[in-house]
């Protein structure tokens, strides 16, 4: 069982689109363990994407996710992380493969719908910087 960090870009949210997102994650055998909608301040989306603070589109990704809110998530299920790139398809909607969310829905490599972790260490850091110890509630059922 493996676990990995979600998040509805703002581009996401403003389609209106979570249920069908969601449908598509819970389909793919991931279930939901974590979920809020969140208003980002360019400081934390900074911090969070800081990985990426020496490339060229750093500004323009630090502006776009923080110019809305957004649905940050954890999903939980076996492969959780590469299970969730496949269901999201590749960064650029230009190379996603059909049937993917960002095939379907993203409009630029920028508003790209949705974010996943690409590693585990990536993320337990990003549901940590999100959720902490404790924001994460076990399936039971
Ligand atoms: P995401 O998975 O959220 O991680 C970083 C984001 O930067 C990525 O999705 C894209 O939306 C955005 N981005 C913009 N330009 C590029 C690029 N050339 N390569 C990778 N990511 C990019």
Redesign the pocket.
Known sequence: MERTLSIIKPDGVEKNIIGEICKRFEAGGLRIVASRMMHLPAERVGEF?AV?RERP?YAD?VGYMSSGPVLVQVLEGENAIARNREIMGA?DPADADPGTIRADFAAS??A?VV?GSDGPETAAQEIGFFFGDNGVCPRTR
């Open positions: 994407y990426h589109f990704l960064t490599i920028d790209n974010h």
